[in-house]
């Protein structure tokens, strides 16, 4: 019997790259997340989002949440899916499993203190473990044309929405 040997180079890849930004204006804090697509190393798609009130790693989490959600929906079968991340926070998590000391703790850190960004979370850690879906850190602000381009869509987001802003500002 011949036994069909499987490389990783023959895996189809959808690539994923995401990053978050945060800016201030006083006390308010505005947010912007992005991801870009990639199959075969051609561009396949590409979103963007804000909020207002939020922090940097709320964002790097809703790039990877959104990212899964591309993925879910657009991967093909068999198709690996790696997400690439700048976000110490993100990849730690996965790569020192984080995630299975709060799952026994109740949503709680090793301090004791509720998980920071719990719902979001709880959306990402399925993936962690699914053999379809890769995590792995890019290194911020270096020579990765997909990494800067969506620092660059991240950074527009919550610019966009900081020069938008009409609220209080306490400055």
């Known amino acids: 019997m011949i036994q069909e040997k499987r490389s990783a180079e023959q895996i189809s890849t959808l690539e994923i790259y995401t990053d978050g930004s945060c800016k201030s204006l006083g006390n308010t804090r505005f947010g912007g997340w992005s991801f870009i697509a990639l199959r ?13 009130g939020t ?13 899964l959600e591309f993925a879910r929906q657009n991967r093909h079968p068999n198709e690996r899916t790696i997400i690439y991340s700048d976000s ?6 996965f ?51 997909w990494n800067n381009e969506c ?3 991240a950074q527009l987001e919550a610019q966009t929405l900081k020069d938008n802003f ?5 400055e």
């Open 40 to 52: 075969g190393g051609v561009f396949l798609s590409r979103a963007s989002g804000c909020e207002e």
């Open 55 to 67: 922090t940097n790693q709320r964002m790097e989490l809703m790039a990877i949440r959104n990212a």
């Open 88 to 93: 110490a926070y993100a990849i730690n998590c």
């Open 95 to 145: 790569e020192k499993h984080w995630y299975e000391t709060w799952l026994k703790n109740g949503w709680t850190n090793a301090r004791g203190d509720p998980v920071a960004n719990a719902k979001l979370w709880m959306e990402i850690i399925p993936y962690f473990d699914n053999f379809w879906y890769y995590f792995t850190k890019v290194k911020a602000h270096a020579n990765n044309y």
């Open 151 to 153: 620092d660059r869509l």
């Open 166 to 170: 009409r609220g209080i500002q306490n």
